[in-house]
């Protein structure tokens, strides 16, 4: 059972350029979320789905762009990347809304 | 002031120690309680789940919620070298997007 998968684990990015962080499970969860994790900061919630066609912003929506066409993936996009977007990115999913979240183990990113 | 406060250590304790980790809280909608254990490069892992306010041991683990105090605990009994993690504390209102607000996690490392 593979659980929560997301590719790439890691990435180089130009100021400028953009990419897609992918993110797919297998459990047939509803909820799908994209947290972004800086040192010493937490996690923080960028955008997070509810169902297939449903999405909606988090805290720190702003540089990202995401879609839920199917139950299993849930795509990250980044446009017009910034060294503000440095991060680690981990995607979760929850069958259930107070369930706890099953986490990805995340995209290491840097935009220099 | 954030919504969730977590002394971000480092805490490092000898094998076999009882290990005490704490966040405090300042929302009273919270209902739902986790600890995380996140290995270095890895995505964050349920520990312990709990309801409301109480205690809840699983095998060396004790999870502890004082909603009136807005303060919860994890205690580790018994401490091991591959207990050497940091710990994040989450918790969650359950209505609305259900989404997870986090702690900023504990580095924990147990010296053998």
């Known amino acids: 059972n593979a659980g929560v998968t997301q590719t790439p684990k890691f990435r180089i990015l130009k100021i400028g350029q953009s990419m897609t962080l992918q993110c797919t499970q297998d459990m047939n969860h509803n909820y799908m979320y994209w947290y972004r994790q800086d040192p010493g900061m937490g996690l923080k919630l960028i955008y997070y789905?509810?169902?297939?066609?449903?999405?909606d912003k988090g805290e720190v929506p702003n540089g990202y762009n995401v879609s839920r066409s199917t139950t299993e993936d849930f795509p990250l996009r980044l446009e017009l990347a910034a060294p503000s977007q440095t991060s680690v990115y981990f995607c979760?999913?929850?069958?259930?809304?107070?369930?706890?979240?099953?986490f990805g183990n995340g995209t290491r990113l840097t935009v220099t | 002031q954030k919504e969730v406060e977590q002394d971000p250590g480092p805490l490092s304790v000898p094998e076999g120690a009882i290990v005490s980790l704490n966040c405090t809280y300042s929302n009273s909608a919270f209902q739902y309680f986790m600890w995380y254990r996140q290995y270095s490069r890895k995505g964050p892992e349920l520990l312990m789940y709990?309801?409301?306010?109480g205690n809840k041991e699983d095998g060396r683990f004790t999870a502890q919620v004082d909603k009136s105090s807005k303060y919860i605990s994890l205690f580790i009994r018994d401490s091991q070298p591959s207990d050497s993690a940091t710990y994040l504390c989450a918790m969650s209102t359950g209505t609305g997007r259900r989404a997870l607000t986090f702690g900023s996690g504990t580095r924990l490392q147990v010296q053998p």
């Open positions: 789905s509810v169902g297939a066609g449903i999405t």
């Open positions: 979760a999913s929850t069958d259930r809304g107070n369930s706890p979240l099953h």
């Open positions: 709990t309801y409301s306010s």
